[in-house]
């Protein structure tokens, strides 16, 4: 059975054990089959796999794209944090030129990027969780060490192609 794809921009290691341990610590337990992550695109034909994992090798010949983390966003009944990179959108906007043609309309809009630490929660939990996770907030970078591609069958992703950063 085919599946569409989804990208992501992956985490060094230790944000990415920061990121997951939020995400474990307030997710819902019976709706987390994800560990934390960075969406770059939800939805791409699978048809195109070849080809975006060509375009994630090159793009990730170079060195990785600075990033940081901005602030803590409240999502309605979730809680995130925004990332900024002008340097990972531009990547992800090379992405989208190359398949602008096959984009769904989530994915033809430019995302915000961000990793969510909690979702699918009452309003007032997650207003909790935000102001609890605002008071020791501080922007600071955000290690970016690669980029992926995983097949989306219902439940947990599966890894079609990963691609590390070289420089």
Known sequence: ???PIIVTALMGASDFAWADGLRRAHFPPERNVLPAHVTLFHHLPPSVL???AA???RLCA???PDARLTEVVLL???VAYRIDSPALLAMRDELADAFSRLLTPQDQARPRLHITVQNK???EEAKV????LRRDFRPRPLAIAGLAAWYYRGGP??????MMFRG
């Not at 969780?129 to 609890?132: E, R, T």
């Not at 992703?157 to 990963?162: G, N």
């Open 1 to 3: 059975m085919t599946a």
């Open 50 to 52: 070849a080809e975006l």
């Open 55 to 57: 375009r994630l090798k």
């Open 62 to 64: 170079g060195g990785p």
């Open 76 to 78: 309605g009944r979730g």
């Open 121 to 123: 929660v009452t309003p």
């Open 129 to 132: 969780l935000a102001a609890m």
């Open 157 to 162: 992703w599966e890894l079609a192609t990963k």
